[in-house]
């Protein structure tokens, strides 16, 4: 690092942790990074597996972003604290809260301190699925189709949805609800002191993929739409924005009270937020033609083409194709599938359960033993993944289908479930769980496939995130199923650092986010080359797997 090097800060929020990660915006190297795991998602309070309930408390985001702003700043001298430029933030979504007319969430409030309703609806909450089938059946009004530019399909992980569910179930929150705002807009909010709803700036990256912002009808849907689907709704519309903006934009700078906390100028900027798979296709130096496959515990996956070269395409049954939400300048494609390694972390704790019961009744066990249990856990799925790749799999393999948590492309249904089949006595651990990755890897392709129908050349794969780095074996076979090499991303927090890229196109250090990618980007550290081993096979079990899937969708 040069002594005179700005530093601008990416500040990335996941489902279960934070991060902050300060960056040279000179040369991308990392300066400083701090991690809080959310100590009230830890304990899984506000989580109903059963109801799909899925809730974060606001205290757990603002906890974490003091924590991690404060730790990662201790580790720079006084000069470099000073370096300081901008901050620019990424989060889950669609993951929206009900504030008051302040812009203060409603949890924060002591009557509304343990009401999941008045918290975050995490992205993968789908309480809300009747509503999103309502949305889904009144989607054309007045000629105009308003799901056009999100694949045609509303989903219960949305913005809209996810209001409606909890108007009409919760009678306190409704009254006391002024707004509803994403996470990736309320922590710029936060930062830069707004003093009332009107001070919030919505981001054009989740105002088109999850709310149905477009250009083509001048912003949201009127209000004769959400006055059809529901007149409770019409409260919250009509302090709806006019106006919204890509993560390339300012939404203010640090406020005294944050400056304060953090020992930072008034002067740093803030820039608006964004959905983390977005600024982590960023950070993964996501470029035409690639998809960047964002892979943790669902996967997202982007593409950024020309408007010269979609032109009125529209794709169905994706996530949204929405102006600048990706990069600036670009229509940003979304799709993704709503579980990835969550398949696996289920397979994992299925298998672990006897032990971990085993465990919570016996608080007498030696340290030794205690040590086993721990390792045994943490090896699991090294272990199954190496008798998985040793074996040969055949048209009459163990099958499955990963739809555990719904699915969200092709074409969004979150009422599906998975499924498996072709199990005999000879079916052990390793043969399911190499069943479970195919079907990760078989749902992938299905939307590979999906662009490449409507015209959308996909030459290759860029994976980041956590299970791109730390499983080869899924990689491999992801590659081999494509067809098409993938590149694993150098970097071990590519939102973090998709954000910080922001930050520095902010603060006016590049003039726009390509500039930014072009010096900040690490590059990338492995590519996976397809195999012809199992081409056929793989063709003829893929093809399954769709007729496979059309069966069960229709059951």
Not at 123 to 136: L, Q, R, S, Y
Not at 283 to 289: C, D, L, S
Not at 413 to 441: D, F, M, Q, W
């Amino acid at each position: 690092m040069n002594d005179s090097s700005p530093l601008v800060i990416g500040v990335d929020y996941g489902t279960a942790s934070v991060r902050s990660l300060i960056v040279d915006a000179y040369s991308g190297e990392e300066m400083a990074t701090s991690v809080f795991e959310y100590p009230r998602w830890k304990a899984r309070k506000y989580v109903d597996d059963n109801k799909n309930q899925y809730r974060q408390h606001p205290l757990d985001y603002i906890e974490g972003l003091q924590h991690t702003l404060t730790e990662s700043l201790a580790k720079l001298t006084p000069k470099q604290r000073k370096q300081i430029k901008a901050i620019s933030v990424d989060t889950t979504g669609s993951t929206p809260v009900a504030v008051d007319s302040k812009g203060v969430p409603l949890a924060l409030y002591p009557k509304f301190k343990d009401n999941p309703n008045a918290m975050f609806f995490l992205w993968k909450d789908h309480t809300a699925i009747k509503e999103a089938g309502e949305i889904n059946e009144l989607s054309v009004q007045g000629g105009i189709n308003y799901l056009d530019y999100c694949g045609g399909i509303y989903s219960s992980e949305w913005y809209w949805a996810k209001l409606l569910h909890v108007l009409r179930m919760d009678e306190e929150v409704r009254n006391a609800c002024h707004a509803w705002v994403e996470h990736c807009d309320w922590i710029p909010f936060l930062l830069t002191g707004g003093r009332g709803v009107a001070d919030i700036k919505r981001s054009v990256c989740a105002a088109g993929h999850k709310a149905l912002w477009s250009p083509k009808w001048a912003g949201f849907p009127p209000d004769t739409f959400f006055k059809e689907l529901d007149p409770l709704l019409m409260r919250i519309v009509k302090n709806m924005p006019s106006s919204v903006f890509t993560s390339d934009r300012a939404a203010g700078t640090l406020c005294a009270e944050w400056a304060k906390k953090l020992g930072l100028d008034t002067n740093v900027v803030i820039g608006i937020g964004a959905l983390d798979a977005h600024m982590g296709a960023v950070g993964g130096e996501i470029a035409p033609n690639y998809l960047s496959k964002v892979m943790g515990t669902s996967t997202c996956d982007m593409m950024v083409i020309s408007k010269e070269n979609i032109g009125d395409t529209l794709i169905p049954g994706i996530c949204g194709q929405v102006d600048g939400s990706i990069i600036p300048g670009f229509i940003g494609l979304e799709a993704g599938q709503s579980a990835f390694g969550d398949v696996f972390a289920w397979f994992k704790e299925l298998l672990l359960w006897p032990i971990i019961d085993f465990k919570s009744k016996h608080t007498d066990l030696s340290k030794k033993t205690v040590n086993d249990i721990t390792q045994i856990q943490e090896d699991i799925l090294v272990q199954l993944s190496e008798k998985a790749a040793a074996i040969v799999p055949t048209v009459t393999s163990e099958f499955a289908v990963e739809w555990l948590n719904g699915r969200r492309t092709p074409d969004a249904n979150p009422l599906l479930t998975g499924a498996l089949k072709h199990l005999t006595l000879g079916s052990g651990p390793p043969e399911i769980y190499r069943a479970l990755v195919e079907a990760t890897c078989f749902g992938a392709k299905s939307i590979v496939q999906r662009f490449i129908e409507n015209g959308i050349l996909v030459e290759g794969v860029n994976g980041v995130g956590g299970v791109a780095k730390k499983s080869p074996f899924v990689m491999q076979m992801m590659a081999d199923i494509l067809e098409m090499p993938i590149r694993i991303h150098r970097s071990e927090q590519t939102c973090a650092l998709g954000a910080a890229m922001f930050a520095a196109t902010v603060a006016g250090i590049y003039k726009n986010v390509q500039e930014a990618i072009d010096k900040m980007g690490v590059g990338f550290e492995k590519e996976y080359i397809p195999s012809l081993r199992y081409r056929d096979i793989y063709r003829t079990r893929y093809q399954n797997y769709l007729d496979w899937s059309a069966q069960i969708e229709k059951s």
